[in-house]
């Protein structure tokens, strides 16, 4: 009797578990993604102690774009160039632009300004929906509630403390770099409506993103120090 019993309790609870995973699964995917992203200020902040913002943004994305290759076996065909324009916005400002602003705005300030200042990109997405869409519903003040006590938590874990120190040039940089993440969301939520596969849709962003970046290399006279890679 006890034995049935605590199954039922264990059924109850896998079947709880599995709706709460399928009710947010939007919300735990985004969570994974800020983990993930959270490590990358860090990261490229050392990098670019021996590398140009350009030559560190081809190197991640022709490796990123390498590991799609091997995952997505079947490439989105072509379905017109107005489609194909999409792909190309995507490239352009949630790739190229965005990250090269990015490495240069880490460049004049501390990562810690970057983050916080980028973690502003959620703001600007919804006021540029808002202005560009006009079905979209008016944005509640209970949003900009949110956002603001969002960022002040952000400010408080990633200062903690310590005094903060603005470097204008940097931090105008970030911004600039948050605004392009922004126009990044809204091209990919037109593309993600067509249903097709969300690693097919990245790695066709990710040629689209390392096409426009080559223009950069004479234009910032970029060098590739490849022993950089093998530094430990």
Not at 17 to 40: D, I, R, S
Not at 55 to 66: K, M, N, S, T, W
Request: include cysteine.
């Amino acid at each position: 009797m006890r034995g049935s019993k605590r199954c039922d309790i264990l059924s109850f609870m896998t079947k709880n578990a599995e709706n709460f995973v399928q009710k947010n699964k939007g919300h735990l995917v985004a969570l994974l993604t800020v983990l993930v992203w959270g490590t990358t200020f860090i990261n490229t902040k050392i990098l670019l102690q021996s590398l140009t913002p350009t030559a560190l943004l081809l190197l991640r994305f022709i490796l990123g774009y390498l590991a799609f290759l091997f995952m997505v076996r079947k490439p989105i065909g072509f379905h017109g160039w107005k489609r194909e324009a999409l792909f190309a916005a995507a490239g352009l400002t949630g790739i190229t632009l965005y990250f090269l602003v990015e490495h240069m705005a880490l460049q004049n300030t501390s990562a810690g300004n970057v983050c916080v200042i980028v973690s502003t990109a959620p703001l600007f997405t919804a006021l540029l929906k808002r202005l560009t869409d006009p079905t979209s519903k008016k944005l509640p003040k209970r949003f900009f509630l949110g956002f603001v006590l969002a960022i002040g938590g952000i400010a408080l874990i990633t200062f903690g403390g310590q005094q903060v120190h603005l470097s204008p040039i940097g931090d105008l940089t970030a911004l600039l770099s948050a605004l392009m993440w922004a126009l990044y969301n809204l091209t990919t939520e037109r593309l993600e409506r067509a249903g097709e596969s969300a690693m097919a849709v990245t790695r066709r962003i990710f040629f689209y993103g390392i096409l426009f970046t080559l223009p950069f290399i004479p234009l910032t006279g970029t060098t590739f120090p490849l022993d950089v890679l093998f530094t430990p």
